[in-house]
Each structure stands twice: as C-alpha cells, then as structure tokens.
C-alpha cells in the first residue's frame, strides 16, 4: 500500500504537474512516541523497575531518527525545488541493533536489566529485516538538510519525556 500511494503521488506529478515529493521517513523515535515502539517499550520498562526486559529479537539493524530531525526532514523537503517528484529517505544514516540500543538505554538511565527474548514479540522470520539504514545523501544534496541530534541525545530526551509521563505508558503491558 505504501508503494502504491508512492506511484499514485508521482503519476500525479507526472501527469499534472502537481508539486509532489515522496518523503521516505526512517524509525522515527522521541517524546509521545506510542507504547507499541521497541524504545519507549525498553525505555518505560527499565523505568518502571522491572529487572527483566521482554523483548523480541535483539539482532535487526535500525537507523533510528529523532522526532525533531525528522520534521525538519519533511520541512527541507517541502521547501525545495529540487526535491519536486523525487523520492526522499530521511533518516539518520546509521545503524544500530536493538541490543546496542538496550545498552545504551541502561547507560542513560543507569539502572541495568536482564533481557529476555519474549516470544510473542518476535517477528516472524519470513517478515522481518535484520538491516534497515537510510541513504540519505539524495536529501543532503537536494535540500542541504542533515540530521541534528545523536542517538545518545535523542534517547536522553525521550527517557526525560517517558520519565515525566511513565504512567500513560503501562509499561507491564505488551501493546500491539
């Protein structure tokens, strides 16, 4: 379906002219994120005082990729000619597994975890990515934009956020 509405955005700008781009955004992560996303998950987890951290597979690769950069990304783009029927990855250009994002989430927040592969959680091998990482040069050179924060500051932002709202996270439950 995304796909689709990628080729029907750009038939659009093709047939008539329309000013579209398709922006492609990566992992996008940060404060008010929804419960059902692995970082708020292993974020209100640790904060909660569980000493045992559900999760499901610890391997794939993610380019996670601040809220705020994020929404400069679909702001460079808007405001570019030159992005006009392109397609746009926005996205950090860096991966990192989720097991390296468990670890430097018990390092912010100081407080360590045993994590245990909950099976429920794990994805169905025929439908998961083990490597997801954005290219995103195409919006560099287009646009001049770049992302801003760091994993280590992002995280920090968001641990800050999920500490001031650890209730509305329900952190025992597994949300799907």
Partial sequence: SKIGADKLAESYFLSFGVPVATIRPFNTYGPRQSARAVIPAIISQI????????????????DFNYVADTVEG???VARSDAALGEVINV??????SIGETVALIQSLIGSQVDVVTDDQRVRPEASEVMRLVCGNDKAQAL???????SLRDGLARTIDYVREHLDDYKPGLYHL
């Fill in 47 to 62: 904060l909660s005082g569980q000493r045992v951290l559900r999760l499901g597979s610890l391997a794939p690769v993610r």
């Fill in 74 to 76: 679909f702001l460079a």
């Fill in 91 to 96: 996205g950090a250009g860096r991966g990192v």
């Fill in 143 to 149: 646009t001049g934009w770049q992302p801003r924060h």
